[in-house]
């Protein structure tokens, strides 16, 4: 392992430096930047910070490629998608506010302080609050309102959590607190239930969840793949870091259980279909918070893997959309027919991604879930695991029976641009990738 | 002795701002009660920090008073005259709701503060574990003023509220690092100023059926 804190500063800096370049060409800056932050983040997975004020390690590394790929690909999407002219905020803020939406999101995960990460956190819903309303309709800018109210008031009620930790341990440092390993107790165990809820609220957590559809149907399709593919797991890591304090396993699991019935039973009833892959991400991330809960190797690393698929697979379901729209001027399942005949590039990322969403082989997703159903299986959490297969597996026949309905048939526009029809389709084809290479490691996982 | 008497004289002042806010229906008043809100916290905070030959506490006091006492009402009370729906807001039944928010708040505190927070025993403590009943009490009545009102202003004031309930949590329980206490409130302020932005073409919020479901 290598000793260096360069890049883990510059992988703050180079969003940071995107943004301070507000101007004409900060469009393609940031494209450039997204460029420079892949590399620079798989570089350093084998490599551990010198400063204690940063905090990454494997896991952490999993988060940071997932923020700089989904980043890179929605500034690429947003190169064409946005227009010269968008009526609400212009295009030249709309880059600026992406890319201080992407350092929010990258600090949280790289500080060691836990009153730091819900300063990040809370920094990103002021960063990306103004993205929702880029298209300035009365529905979006009522969706932004919603959003900024409901999370930030569940928010706040996570910073008593943070008072707590100070409170019980006499700091903040990550890695000095999971290190003193001290014996749960009742503070321990508010510390973690407050941070459901209020992490919750940014996770999607039933009942606290009730922002995120409207968001992730109202805001612009890249913002909406930024939304779903990466600021919900960085709330998601952010309590996960909290639950290793005291793992208050009964508890976070019910929440998740109930959270996928509930995404389900809604998403199963949706007739748009952007509001259907927001709450299918709803699920998803309860799928994972179950796999982190359960504090295993193979549950960890399962969910681990279904994050990072889920990112790419979520936003290529997302561009998908916004070319959809594009193309039918519509967000209802029922007014899109023949898909495939009118942009089958189109037509074949959606496919795809609402596969790949769904956790069909051999996508990651499928991979990820697997590890999380066996370990359930493991820890006798058989009522549970009987309540989640049920459920996931009427999402996946919800999704892509709406998905087939909206790819059949005949219908004769014009299709949108060849570049975002390319973005999302290589967004949705990597989780296989994904998957096929994982199951060369499977094996030493679950052993 | 003195201070601790003063400090609980205070809290309980803060109490008494939160049920004003709640009385009204003209945003003004609503916001000059968050500003005198803010004010009393600050107070409690320089007590605390006289008692305590603290000097984060001063610095704690003065970024109330500086950030949310004055440039947050300042931002606020710039939009009232602007707008019709600033002024004044319109059904609200402030006696139902005033027995609602009683109803509310008793209920929720005391099941919360009896099942998680009743072994917790503050710093400045002046009546045991119970000192985190101010705190409490006045994070649940932000949270009713967010649910029980439609206007963008007044539901920023619930936010506002909650989040000054979170400084009196810190100050009574322990208080926490300054440098973290000021980026927290420098998020809540860049978070008003969006608020307001954001509101400029939206002042009232109602159910929309392309939200629904």
């Given amino acids: 392992m290598i000793v260096s804190n360069i890049p883990f500063i510059l992988i703050l800096l180079i969003p940071g430096t995107a943004a301070l370049l507000y101007g004409e060409r900060n469009d393609q800056i940031s494209v450039a930047a997204g460029i420079i932050l892949v590399v620079t983040c798989i570089s350093i997975y084998w490599m551990v910070p010198a400063s204690p004020d940063f905090f990454v390690n494997h896991v952490s590394w999993v988060f940071l490629l997932m923020i700089s790929a989904v980043y890179l690909l929605s500034a690429s999407y947003s190169l064409k998608y946005m227009g010269e002219k968008p009526s609400g905020i212009s295009r030249k803020t709309f880059f600026l506010l992406l890319n201080l939406f992407t350092v929010s999101m990258l600090f949280s995960i790289e500080v060691n302080n836990y009153g730091l990460m819900w300063v990040g956190i809370e920094a990103t819903t002021i960063a990306s609050a103004l993205l929702i309303m880029s298209e300035r309709s009365a529905e979006s800018l009522e969706a932004t309102w919603r959003y900024i109210i409901i999370v930030s008031a569940g928010v706040a009620f996570a910073f008593i959590s943070i008072i707590l930790i100070y409170y019980q341990f006499g700091t903040l440092s990550v890695t000095q607190i999971l290190s003193m390993n001290r014996a749960p107790g009742l503070v321990t165990r508010i510390i973690v239930s407050v941070a459901l809820i209020g992490f919750g609220t940014k996770i999607g957590i039933f009942p606290v969840h009730t922002w995120l559809p409207d968001a992730h149907s109202e805001a612009p399709a890249p913002v909406s793949a930024m939304f779903s593919g990466v600021l919900l797991p960085s709330a998601l890591y952010v309590l996960y870091r909290i639950y290793e304090i005291d793992p208050f396993r009964e508890l976070f699991i019910w929440f998740a259980v109930v959270s996928i019935i509930f995404s389900s039973i809604m998403l199963s009833n949706q007739r748009m279909f952007k509001r259907m892959f927001a709450y299918s991400t709803m699920e998803n991330m309860n799928i994972a918070l179950i796999g982190f809960a359960i504090l295993t190797p193979a549950s960890i690393a399962g969910a681990l893997i279904l ?124 989780p296989i990738a994904l998957g096929i290479a994982f199951l060369g490691v499977i094996g030493s996982v679950i052993t | 002795m003195i201070i601790t008497s003063l400090v609980y004289l205070l809290s309980a002042l803060v109490l008494i701002t939160a049920f004003y806010v709640q009385g009204q229906r003209y945003i003004v008043s609503m916001i000059r009660g968050q500003f005198f809100q803010s004010i009393l916290i600050a107070s409690i905070s320089f007590l605390l920090a006289w008692l305590e030959r603290s000097t984060d506490l001063v610095i704690l006091g003065i970024l109330l008073i500086v950030l949310r006492g004055i440039i947050v009402t300042i931002l606020l009370e710039r939009r009232v005259p602007d707008r019709k729906h600033y002024i004044f807001e319109d059904n609200v039944n402030v006696p139902y709701l005033f027995i609602i928010d009683l109803i509310f708040i008793v209920v929720s505190v005391f099941i919360i503060y009896s099942l998680a927070f009743s072994s917790l025993v503050p710093d400045y403590s002046f009546l045991g574990s119970s000192d985190l009943l101010f705190p409490l009490l006045l994070f649940f009545q932000g949270i009713f003023l967010i649910t029980s009102r439609k206007s963008t202003i007044t539901q920023v004031i619930g936010y506002i509220e909650e989040e000054n309930s979170l400084v009196l949590f810190a100050l009574f329980l322990l208080p926490i690092p300054v440098i973290i206490e000021a980026s927290v409130f420098l998020d809540v302020l860049a978070l008003v100023i969006i608020s307001v932005i954001v509101n400029k073409e939206k002042p009232v919020h109602e159910v929309m059926e392309a939200l629904r479901g």
């Fill in chain 1, 307 to 430: 994050l990072l698929s889920h990112s790419l697979s979520k936003a290529g379901a997302f561009y998908s959309s916004g070319n959809i729209m594009k193309t039918f001027d519509t967000k209802e399942v029922g007014d899109v027919h023949g898909l495939m005949t009118t942009d089958p590039g189109t037509g074949a990322s959606l496919l795809l991604s609402s596969l790949g969403v769904t956790g069909a082989p051999p996508f990651g997703t499928f991979f990820g879930e697997i590890l999380i159903f066996y370990s359930m299986l493991e820890y006798h959490l058989t009522v549970e695991f009987s309540l989640v297969l049920v459920f996931v597996a009427l999402s996946f026949i919800a999704i892509n029976y709406n998905v087939s309905r909206m790819l059949s048939g005949d219908s004769v526009r014009s299709s949108c641009s060849s570049s975002l029809r390319y973005i999302a389709l290589i967004s949705s084809a990597i």
